[in-house]
C-alpha cells in the first residue's frame, strides 16, 4: 500500500515556472516507478513523466526540454519541474507510483489527489 501527497501547483502566467512535489509513504517496493499524469477538462488522464528509483526518466513528447523530473530516494519523493508553461499545460497533476516500469507508460494503481496547475495571464 502507498500514499501519495501532492503539493506545489497553483496559477502562472504563460512562460513561468512552477515545481511539483509528490511525498510517498507505505511500501517502498510499490513506489519504485513514481511519476506525473494530468489530466485537462473534458481530457483523457495522460502521462507527463516518470522516474525510478535508480534514476532512468521518460517524458511524453509534449513536456520535454521543459520538464524535468526528479527524485530524493532518502525522503521518497519525486518533484517536477515545470518551466516555459503554457496555458495547455492547464490541468490536474495527478501523482502516480508503480512497482514496475512497463514501456510505454501505464499508471499504477497508487495515485494521488491532485493538485490545480493554472496557466494563464
Known amino acids: 500500500q502507498v500514499q501519495l501527497v501532492e503539493s506545489g501547483g497553483g496559477l502562472v502566467q504563460p512562460g513561468g515556472s512552477l515545481r511539483l512535489s509528490c511525498a510517498a509513504s507505505?511500501?517502498?517496493?510499490?513506489?519504485?516507478?513514481m511519476g506525473w499524469y494530468r489530466q485537462a477538462p473534458g481530457k483523457e488522464r495522460e502521462f507527463v513523466a516518470h522516474c525510478t528509483r535508480a534514476g532512468t526518466t521518460n517524458y511524453a513528447d509534449a513536456v520535454k526540454g521543459r520538464f524535468t523530473i526528479s527524485r530524493d530516494n532518502g525522503k521518497n519523493t519525486v518533484y517536477l519541474q515545470m518551466n516555459s508553461l503554457q496555458p495547455e499545460d492547464t490541468a490536474v497533476y495527478y501523482c502516480n507510483a508503480r512497482a514496475t516500469l512497463i514501456t510505454p507508460p501505464h499508471p499504477g494503481a497508487y495515485w494521488g489527489r491532485g493538485t490545480q496547475v493554472t496557466v494563464s495571464s
Open positions: 507505505g511500501s517502498i517496493f510499490s513506489s519504485n516507478v
